[in-house]
């Protein structure tokens, strides 16, 4: 498990952001309906972030992320993986994620990814997408940048990295990606290994992708948590580096 349900964005909210946010249903090319969560500022975006939950799906955390990015200007959707297993409802902590998680096939949660990325563009006229995720997410969201959906950019907290169903994953993918990558991964992770984080960074390399991979040093598994308060700093230093990226790199044409 990554996030848990009390689990919230080590970001400060913004008192008095102009900012609305509603519940929304979206279908992927597949004719999947699946639950969403859009966050917007009541000014023009400067550009938009498809946000790619863990392996739990949609839930606060997510919802909360998406806030925050709509109090600093950007506009967000957070999406849900399991519309096809188990609908558009909003689910509580007791949802069984874990005996979910099966269910979970990376090429579908691309085809959902690319339905909140059109929605991105053609619904809130936002031309500059990054897609953004932590742990299964992290990995969606760089392999969203080997599609055809031109984004600006793709940032992964603790992502994984290997193979998933039999799949390739983003050390084996590398080479398909077509945008700038941000991989911001904890040193004292129990999950993905040193040697897989320099494999992705030499495969990035190899490749000629604009990369950066930031090791947040003594920090485990899901760090980017205010429960976590011991590693406060780890999580100012991944925001930063997150909002940075994002300016940076906002202007490509999408």
């Given at each position: 498990m990554c996030m848990e349900p009390d689990s919230r964005p080590p970001i400060a909210a913004i008192a008095g952001a102009a900012v609305s946010h509603e519940d929304i249903v979206l279908e992927s090319s597949d004719a999947n309906r699946f639950a969403a969560f859009v966050a917007r500022p009541d000014d023009p975006a400067r550009a938009g972030i498809v946000i790619l939950p863990d392996i739990r799906g949609l839930h606060r955390f997510?919802?909360?992320?998406?806030l925050r990015f709509a109090e600093r200007g950007y506009a967000a959707i957070a999406i849900d993986y399991y519309g096809r297993v188990a609908g558009v409802s909003k689910r509580g902590a007791d949802f069984p994620a874990m005996e979910m998680r099966q269910h979970l096939d990376t090429d579908a949660v691309q085809l959902d990814a690319a339905a909140a990325i059109d929605r991105m563009r053609d619904a809130l006229g936002v031309a500059s997408v990054f897609t953004l995720g932590c742990c299964f997410g992290g990995s969606a969201a760089w392999l969203a940048t080997t599609g055809e959906r031109k984004l600006a950019g793709a940032i992964g907290y603790h992502g994984g990295l290997g193979e998933r169903g039999g799949k390739p994953g983003p050390i084996k993918q590398a080479g398909a990606m077509k945008a700038p990558i941000l991989a911001i991964q904890g040193g004292a992770d129990q999950h993905i290994s040193a040697e897989d984080n320099a494999a992705f960074d030499a495969a990035l390399s190899a490749a000629g992708v604009e990369h950066e991979?930031?090791?947040?040093?003594g920090a485990p598994h899901s760090f980017f948590d205010v429960r976590f308060e011991e590693?406060?700093?780890q999580s100012e230093d991944a925001w930063r580096r997150t909002l940075e990226f994002i300016e940076r790199h906002s202007s490509v044409a999408a």
């Open positions: 997510y919802e909360e992320l998406a991979v930031v090791i947040e040093p590693f406060a700093e």
